[in-house]
């Protein structure tokens, strides 16, 4: 089962980890500005709770949308087949984002009790 964390990024407030948190941070500690490094830190956190389902299962689909694509993209035989697959991928990206915009409310609630004294508005957790 894929792993979700929150403030993997500045401007998402939950993505599932393609890489382990760890070298997430190593990387905030080398590349990011030095005034941000403390904030990223101390917010980049995996989900303890239950994400909806509807979410994860939908990701779950992207992923393997996408998989599928990359493994036929890089054969050397892409054609019309591999058009399919990139409006497959399309189509499960905007189911992902669907299920996410109709669960919002239950995944910021979620937030609010593994992160507070964040300060997500919504958009960044670097608000003007």
């Known amino acids: 089962m894929t792993e979700f ?28 500005i030095k005034s941000e ?11 303890r709770g239950v994400l909806p389902s509807a979410v994860t ?5 992207r992923a393997e949308a996408w998989a599928t694509y990359q493994k036929v993209r890089d054969s050397s035989d892409f054609g019309l087949s591999g ?3 990139g409006l497959a991928c399309d189509l499960a990206k905007d189911a992902y984002d669907e299920a996410y915009a109709n669960n919002r409310a ?23």
Do not use: M
């Not at 990223?40 to 956190?45: F, G, P």
């Not at 239950?106 to 003007?128: N, V, Y």
């Open 5 to 32: 964390a929150w403030h993997i990024h500045h401007n998402v407030l939950v993505e599932p980890l393609t890489e382990s948190i760890a070298k997430r941070r190593a990387y905030i500690r080398e590349v990011k």
């Open 37 to 47: 490094r403390t904030l990223r830190l101390r917010l980049l956190k995996p989900v």
């Open 57 to 61: 299962e939908a990701y779950t689909a």
């Open 83 to 85: 058009i399919d697959l």
């Open 106 to 128: 239950k995944i910021e609630a979620l937030h609010a009790q593994e992160c507070p004294s964040c300060p997500w508005d919504g958009e960044t957790i670097f608000p003007r």
